[in-house]
């Protein structure tokens, strides 16, 4: 069984279309991750969720909603979607945000095709 | 950005060592070292962590300098299979909400 799962795998839209991406573990953890992957391939993390409570928000456009439903969801809604936004999102979990013992396990990435 | 700096690519003969460095010259003292690797097309993978002594586990060993200064990554016998991106990050033991700073990486290359 995939302990961090993210669908669509792939997602090819246009400018302005409204897109969601949604996560889910099945390992019980308490905290869930997004990290966004660019053309550069630099990993960089959008949000973290702690029990389905936003624990960080890293300056990412408003355009980003994450939502929680569960402690075991995390969805990813993009409005107004811009060429910039091209990348790759992957989610991961942890069993805690502030145990550094808490390795985080990924997703294997959603790859977001704007044109 | 990045606490660390690691050398941009590596090769390395399958079944030999693959030994990867890491600076990590300010690091403080309570900071963890972390290894993980992304295989093409996959996401991050959790390696091996440490503090101040040497780690092994069935993956890998980390071999942390006694200054905390570097670090090395040894995958003791390569295979094809390790081919990936290699990523040294320093986490900080009370963290701000789980957050990985990841760097360039290094790419290995594990030839025939």
């Known amino acids: 069984d995939t302990a961090v799962s993210q669908t669509p795998k792939y997602l090819v839209t246009q400018m302005g279309n409204d897109k969601s991406i949604k996560c889910e573990q099945n390992?019980?953890?308490?905290?869930m991750y997004w990290y966004k992957q660019d053309s550069k391939k630099f990993l960089k993390i959008m949000f973290s969720?702690?029990?389905?409570?936003?624990?960080i928000n890293e300056t990412v456009p408003n355009r980003f909603s994450p939502k929680s439903p569960d402690k075991a969801h995390l969805n990813l809604h993009i409005n107004s979607l811009e060429l910039g936004d091209s990348a790759v999102y992957f989610c991961?979990?942890?069993?805690?945000?502030?145990?550094?013992?808490?390795?985080?396990?990924f997703g294997n990435g959603t790859r977001l095709t704007v044109t | 950005d990045a606490k660390t700096t690691q050398p941009p690519s590596m090769d390395c003969a399958e079944g030999r060592a693959a030994n990867l460095p890491c600076n990590h010259s300010?690091?403080?003292?309570?900071?963890?070292v972390y290894w993980y690797r992304q295989i093409h097309s996959q996401g991050p993978q959790y390696i091996i962590h440490?503090?101040?002594n040497n780690e092994t586990n069935e993956m890998a060993s980390l071999i942390i300098t006694e200054d905390r200064k570097s670090s090395t990554l040894i995958l003791p016998h390569a295979t094809l299979r390790d081919t990936a991106v290699y990523y040294c990050?320093?986490?900080?033991?009370?963290?701000?909400?789980?957050?990985?700073?990841f760097g360039q990486g290094t790419e290995l290359s594990v030839k025939p």
């Open positions: 390992l019980g953890h308490d905290t």
């Open positions: 300010t690091i403080s003292g309570n900071e963890y």
């Open positions: 969720y702690n029990n389905k409570e936003l624990i």
């Open positions: 991961a979990s942890s069993p805690s945000e502030d145990r550094v013992e808490s390795p985080l396990h």
């Open positions: 990050i320093v986490r900080l033991i009370y963290n701000q909400g789980g957050k990985l700073i």
């Open positions: 440490g503090l101040k």
